[in-house]
């Protein structure tokens, strides 16, 4: 994967999908799929423009699915050989539609664009598909205008995947992502509580600026040094313990390692129950042998 910063040249003849992709749905897949065909055709190299910073620090807009690594990840699994990226800021929310269209074909081999039918740009979104028309037809770029794609009857959309993240609807999330929702972060030592229960977890931190998972326990795979383990975790408090911190901690069955300082990746299946407060240790023990096992046939299905 290769990644170009917005106004940088480079030279290679690329393909290009535009669009905000601030999570990889099925709709954004459509638009890499057809970049990666188009630049096969063309024998050309696939790109994808998107944006690398926390959008939430501007007004009116709310923190995203997933973080530029994160998103870096999943395009990477669409087969995109280069992302091209920039800040989504004031100044970049200024640029007049023809300056960011020059912007990024005066610096770049820019053979075709693919869009989807709504695609907007530039200041007050006052470029749209019409204008990006007119302008490859003047600068022989060949645009592909892509349909939306529709689930239940409404465009598939980043606004209403966020939807399910706040409610922690991972199984409709997934029908709709090109992967199964994941994060990425770092293992950090904890409490170690879990251990002294039967139960050691992996206290995962990610980046801040992701729009939060809501709390509950779910079914989920970690991914790391090229191997895959089934587990559980805990997103949120720990109401039993008094400790009101939200956290993810993951308890990896079948393993005995040491991943303090590891990157992992943790990809979420299902959410089994609420993070709930139980009256003893003993009482949460029996609830987390009955979760193993529910978890652990959940995720036997999915195989």
């Known amino acids: 994967m290769n990644l170009?910063?917005?106004?940088e040249k480079y030279n290679q003849p690329i393909v290009i999908a535009l669009g905000f992709f601030d999570c990889i749905h099925l709709g954004h897949k459509f638009l890499a799929d057809t970049a990666c065909a188009s630049a096969h055709m063309k024998n050309a190299e696939s790109a994808l423009f998107t944006f690398s910073n926390d959008m939430s620090a501007l007004p009116d807009y709310e923190r995203q699915i997933y973080d530029f690594k994160e998103r870096t990840e999943a395009i990477s699994n669409l087969g995109i050989e280069n992302i091209v990226y920039t800040a989504f800021d004031r100044e970049f929310c200024s640029i007049e539609p023809e300056k960011f269209l020059k912007l990024l074909t005066e610096n770049l081999n820019v053979c075709g664009i693919v869009v989807g039918q709504d695609y907007t740009f530039g200041k007050n979104a006052a470029?749209?598909?019409?204008?990006l028309k007119h302008y490859c037809l003047r600068n022989n770029i060949d645009l592909t205008v892509k349909p939306f794609?529709?689930?239940?009857?409404r465009k598939i959309s980043t606004r209403y995947l966020k939807e399910y993240v706040k409610a922690g609807d991972v199984v409709s999330m997934n029908r709709l992502l090109s992967e199964p929702y994941f994060m990425l972060g770092t293992v950090e030592h904890a409490r170690h509580v879990g251990?002294?229960?039967?139960?050691?977890?992996?206290?995962?931190?990610?980046?801040?600026c992701r729009m939060p998972l809501s709390d509950g326990i779910y079914a989920?795979?970690?991914h790391v040094d090229d191997e895959v383990y089934d587990?559980?975790?805990?997103?949120?408090?720990?109401?039993?313990?008094d400790v009101s911190?939200?956290?993810i901690e993951t308890y990896i069955f079948d393993f005995d390692g040491n991943l303090y300082g590891k990157e992992v990746k943790l990809a979420f299946y299902a959410r089994?129950?609420?993070?709930?407060?139980?009256?003893?240790?003993n009482e949460l023990i029996n609830q987390l042998k009955y979760d193993e096992n529910n978890i652990r046939n959940i995720l036997k299905t999915m195989e």
């Open 4 to 7: 170009i910063k917005l106004g």
């Open 127 to 131: 470029g749209d598909v019409e204008f």
């Open 149 to 153: 794609l529709l689930e239940n009857g």
């Open 195 to 208: 251990k002294k229960l039967g139960f050691p977890t992996a206290n995962i931190t990610v980046n801040e």
């Open 220 to 222: 989920t795979r970690l």
């Open 231 to 241: 587990c559980m975790t805990n997103v949120g408090a720990k109401p039993t313990f």
């Open 245 to 247: 911190n939200a956290s």
């Open 272 to 281: 089994t129950r609420e993070v709930t407060k139980f009256s003893s240790p």
